[in-house]
């Protein structure tokens, strides 16, 4: 697979699995738009690895869940490189509680970030990607999004909209030469998942067939090949990366 002198833009692009996807399309070939919102050493940091390594990266901040902010950074990038080829809805963040004791900030937050920020990135690439009639969306939602969880309502909520969006925009898109597909991790090594406690940790894995958490690598695999040619005729479809704790 080969993505030279495709322009790829990664939301939350600086740590964890999305970290990983940038390094991964960077490898490829690709010119990585690095996102990220409050952290500009991390930015900093995954953009220096992929150019130590002899690719292209630039870091962008911009909140994803303001549309504001997203629509001036997306003209930035456009004006910037010309082109938007793959976009990678990878940011999000979880606010966990149970259902009777979930603030509203927490439900408000997690729908802002991981479902408005996605359809607010998508939106902005639209356009620009029917005019170039090739792109490639990929996001990321969760394995939660299929199978629901207890304490992550807003979560799961979130996720699950995002298969909704994905299915629908790749209806949408289709004709003009436009893919849009989702991976669906399970449990990944990150510091989202490092926050759990070791006890907790460990129930998760007894309930994954292969017994482990899976890798940043393993997740970024799949998205290389969806916004690859050879993925072509793949639309509207997800690829569950979770060491089968959940077929769907
Ligand atoms: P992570 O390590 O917590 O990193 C989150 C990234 O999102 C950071 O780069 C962060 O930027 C960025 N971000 C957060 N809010 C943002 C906003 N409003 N605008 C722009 N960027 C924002 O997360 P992760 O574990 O790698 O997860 C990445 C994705 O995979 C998420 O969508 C998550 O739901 C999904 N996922 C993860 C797992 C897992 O096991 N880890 C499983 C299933 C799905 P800063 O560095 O600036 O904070």
């Not at 793959?86 to 979930?102: E, H, K, S, Y």
């Not at 990321?140 to 807003?154: E, K, M, R």
């Not at 299915?167 to 989702?182: C, D, F, H, Q």
């Not at 695999?221 to 690859?228: D, E, I, K, Q």
Request: glycine fraction near 10%; charge should be positive.
């Amino acid at each position: 697979m080969k993505l030279d002198g495709k322009i790829a833009v990664v939301t939350g692009g600086s740590r964890g699995i999305g970290k990983a996807i940038c390094l991964y399309l960077a490898n490829l070939g690709a010119t990585v738009v690095v996102n990220y919102v409050s952290r500009p050493d991390a930015a900093e940091a995954t953009a220096m690895a992929i150019k130590d390594a002899g690719g292209k990266a630039a870091v962008y901040q911009f909140d994803i869940s303001n549309s504001d902010q997203v629509q001036g950074a997306f003209k930035k990038i456009l004006a910037d490189y010309g082109r938007i080829d793959i976009l990678v809805n990878n940011a999000g963040i979880t606010r966990d509680g149970l259902i009777a004791t979930m603030k509203e900030e927490a439900w408000d937050a997690v729908l802002d970030t991981n479902l408005k920020g996605a359809f607010n990135c998508i939106k902005a690439v639209s356009r620009p990607m029917m005019k170039q009639r090739w792109g490639r969306i990929v996001s990321i939602t969760s394995v939660i999004g299929f199978a629901g969880n207890a304490g992550q309502a807003n979560y799961a909520a979130a996720k699950a909209g995002l298969i909704g969006l994905t299915r629908s925009v790749a209806k949408e898109l289709a004709s003009r030469g436009i893919t849009v597909n989702g991976v669906a991790p399970g449990y990944i090594e990150t510091d989202m998942t490092n926050a759990l406690s070791a006890e907790v940790t460990e129930k998760i894995k007894s309930e994954i067939p292969m017994n482990s958490l899976g890798s940043v690598d393993d997740v970024a695999a799949a998205v290389a090949y969806l916004v690859s040619d050879q993925a072509r005729y793949v639309t509207g479809q997800f690829i569950h990366v979770n060491g089968g704790m959940f077929m769907g």
